[in-house]
């Protein structure tokens, strides 16, 4: 079975701020794939990321990057110099070659920037 | 192509009334899933299609619940006898296997 894990429910930051969000997976296939989507009040779910198995490169991406570490089985997300628009729900997600690649998400993190 | 629809947006129903919520995929994909996201959870799989073939169904959905992908195009999903457990934000997303999944604004049911 395959599970994720986010710790932190919840992270309130001030504009400007760099903020990290932690994501713990487990899994015992090989071939797998890690996501990140934001959900914000609207309630749609934006894709953000998309990492296989295979690819520990670290991406950067604008204002955000992520850190892949397999000997830690993390995927973690760090968005720099938050504004008031990144206030939203982030969903780590995980599938699974075993899984037929069904995605499995963690409880998410609620970020908050105050302006 | 305009992405994953799904309708209605927002749904209000009387506890045992039945619903039925409609999602429209990316037309190349090929694979078209249904989740059920609950306040403060993630989004928790309910079944899948790939094409018009019905792949899996959780054991979260009870036999109030049928999804059905006729012609392996859009796809509907009824709940019959709706109870007030029931009231969440309903996920469509659509995929080719391994890809990146695009998913839909959600329909958000309260059952009242």
């Known amino acids: 079975a395959q599970k994720v894990t986010q710790a932190q429910t919840e992270i309130s930051v001030v504009e400007k701020e760099d903020v990290t969000l932690d994501c713990v997976y487990e899994?015992?296939?090989?071939?797998?794939?890690l996501f990140w989507y934001k959900q914000p009040p609207s309630g749609e779910l934006v894709f953000l990321i998309r990492r296989n198995s295979f690819d520990e490169q670290n991406e950067i991406s604008g204002r955000y990057s992520w850190n892949f570490q397999k000997s830690t089985s993390s995927f973690n997300f760090t968005i720099t110099a938050s504004q008031v628009v990144d206030s939203a729900v982030y969903f780590c997600a995980l599938s699974v070659l075993s899984n037929d690649y069904k995605l499995s998400f963690g409880a998410g993190t609620t970020v908050t920037v105050r302006a | 192509d305009t992405g994953v629809s799904q309708d209605p947006r927002h749904k209000i129903t009387k506890r045992g009334q039945n619903v039925t919520f409609r999602c429209d995929p990316i037309?190349?994909?090929?694979?078209l899933y249904w989740y059920r996201q609950t306040l403060g959870q993630g989004p928790e799989f309910l079944t899948y299609?790939?094409?018009?073939?019905?792949?899996?169904k959780s054991r979260l959905l009870s036999d109030r619940f049928s999804a059905e992908r006729p012609k392996g195009s859009f796809s509907t999903l009824e709940i019959q006898r709706t109870e007030q457990g029931d009231s969440a934000m309903y996920l469509c997303?659509?995929?080719?296997?391994?890809?990146?999944?695009?998913f839909g604004s959600g329909t958000r049911l309260t059952v009242v």
């Open positions: 037309s190349e994909h090929n694979r």
């Open positions: 899994t015992r296939d090989t071939t797998y794939y």
């Open positions: 997303a659509s995929s080719h296997p391994g890809d990146g999944y695009t």
């Open positions: 299609f790939q094409n018009e073939a019905q792949l899996e």
